[in-house]
Each structure stands twice: as structure tokens, then as C-alpha cells.
């Protein structure tokens, strides 16, 4: 919908509505609109230059005949809105009047008048012709109508909220007008088809555009406690992944490749190889979707140190056993990434020595 505001401030009834004395009108702005009648002007004339002035920027063209209804000579008449034709061809709705502002457009019946509490908008025909032009401004009025209910909180399937003219006469509400039902038939619509289009486009108004929230890195391990310098990475997300995505660095250190994963696609193992004792890496975890493919943000808040055996285990084991350890040969171990294989030999060295002393420690 494309609603330009232009009010008719020189409309007589316009006027009455500012510092009212009528209580119709002070009734009408206390309590807000309850209802809206839907017309159309049955003049064959689709142009809004034709009932609205002054033009806006030019989008709404001169009235070269100056019989706008935003002048007092229009006499007692006022709709809140028009939908039609502006200069340039495309269709939009000028609101004329506040929505809390009684209007005066549908006339009495045998038991009042819906004047008193309903807005009314004019559609404006083109002699019922082009079937273009009616499918847009029955798509424009059925969003205007969506919008007025959202903000006064009315609903457009319940009996008696949005009504043609002719069924406002009907109900003793009314003038004996017949519209919109003709153009409406004409092309294969009806007043109960645009309620229930209009209660259709007050759900998309109601139901907010669901805001995609990216995948989260829930936790991220070692599989081995003692981040020995061979390993593997464990990343936790908090929802399924595509598995097609993702990268995993430690420090500048080239991207980890390979990795496998499990728990329906919400744990993530990719192996290292071959870091440097006693060095702090970060590991920086990025470009992993879900999926939905939305990406998730960087994730560098996880960090370990990889551990450094030399000193802690031949302290351990000279403190605790008296072996003397050859360094060169640990180092040598070290260097091909062994430390596990030998700390477990001297595990099994320090155990039987303690088992001679008559202290069992498990193997």
C-alpha cells in the first residue's frame, strides 16, 4: 500500500471535527472507528485529481475543474481516504481525514446511520473496465482496511466491521446505494471475498517476519586432556549443520583439514597434527552454517596449550623413583610425537618399582 497523507482542511465537515461541539463528534474521537464501509464512486473516473487536492509533489496532478472535495462547496461530505490513479498511472490511497475524525459518506437508514461509527473509503472506478486496474486498487483497499483494523484492533470477519454501502442500506444503516457490489461481481469478487482477504493480510501484519538467529559454538574440546601436540578438536553447535561449510585455524597456522561428523550433524572432530610443545594456540572457528544456511559469527574465544613433558615427568619420576632419564633419548621421543608411549613406559617402570615397596598404583 502506498498511502500519501493530504488533509482536507477546508472541507466543511473536516472543520467540524476540530474543537467539536456535536457529541456524534466528540463520541466518534473518544472512541475511535468500530467498523469501515467500503464505496466506490460510480463515476468512471479513476483519476484522484478528480476528488483530492492540492496535489503532493506532484503526484496527484491539478483539478483543472476545481470540484475537489477539499473545499466547502462539496457541502456535507467526508471519507477518510481515496484509492485510485495518480499522474503517473500507478495506484495509491490518500488518507483525507484522521481516522478518529467522523465522517460523513454513507448516509442514513430506517435505524441509523453507520456514520457514527465507521470510516468509509471511495474507490475510485474507472466505469468497471480494466480488470488490471481493478485487481490493484482492490489489493490497495484490502491492505488499507488490514492497517486500519491492526492499529483500532478490530476484527474483519466479525458481523457488521467492514461493509459494502449497499449492505449498510441493507441494515437500515445506510443510503440506497448498490455499491461496490456491481464492480466487485464484475470481476469474480465479493464483500464476504475481500473480508476474508483483508482478515488474510491482517495475520501477515500480525505474524512478525521471523529474524534468522545464526548457529552457536557450544563448546569446544580436546580429546585428550592433556593437549598433547597430535589430537583432535571436538566443536559442539546448538542446532544441526550443513556439512559442506566450515573452517577451523589454529593461530596462522594453515586450515585444519578433514573431520567427521556425529549426533546429527551438531558435533564437529577435526584432527591436528604435529604442534609445538608448551605453545598457546587459539582455535578460530568460522564460516560453519546451518541448515538454513545462515553463517555462523567468528568464534576465537577458545584457546589450550599444548603440554611440555620434560621437566614435570623427569622431575616426578627422579623425586619419586631415583631413575635418571636420559634426556637425549626423551627428546628424541618428543620430537616424533611419542610422549604419550613414553610416559606410559615409565608409568609402568615407576609402578613395578613401588610394587617392590609394597605400593600398588594402577597400570
Known sequence: MRLINIPFTEN????????????????FQRNGPKGIIVHDTSAGNPELRRYVAPDFNGLIGRNQF????NQASVGELLVHAWIGKLVDGSVATVQAAPWNFRGLHVG??????YN??????????DGYKDANYFNAVYKEAVELCATICKEWQLDPIRDGV????YEAYQRGMGSNHNDPRIWFTKFGKSMNSFRSDVKKELDKLHTPTPIPIAPVVVNVS????????????IITFNEPMNTTFGVVQLNNLPVLTGGLWSANNTIFTIPYYNLSHSTEYMVNISAFRNASGIIMSVNNRNNFSTVHWAKPVRDYLINTVGMVINQERYNDFCTRGETMAFLQNYHKALATQLKREGINIPI
Do not use: M
Open 108 to 113: 442514513s437508514g430506517t435505524k441509523g446511520s
Open 162 to 165: 467492514i461493509l459494502g454501502h
Open 12 to 27: 466543511i465537515v473536516y472543520k467540524r471535527n476540530i474543537n467539536p461541539t456535536d457529541q456524534r463528534y466528540i463520541d
Open 116 to 125: 457514527n461509527t465507521h470510516v468509509g473509503f471511495e474507490i475510485c472506478d
Open 66 to 69: 476545481n470540484n475537489h472535495w
Open 222 to 233: 580436546l580429546d585428550n586432556i592433556i593437549a598433547d601436540i597430535n589430537g583432535n578438536i
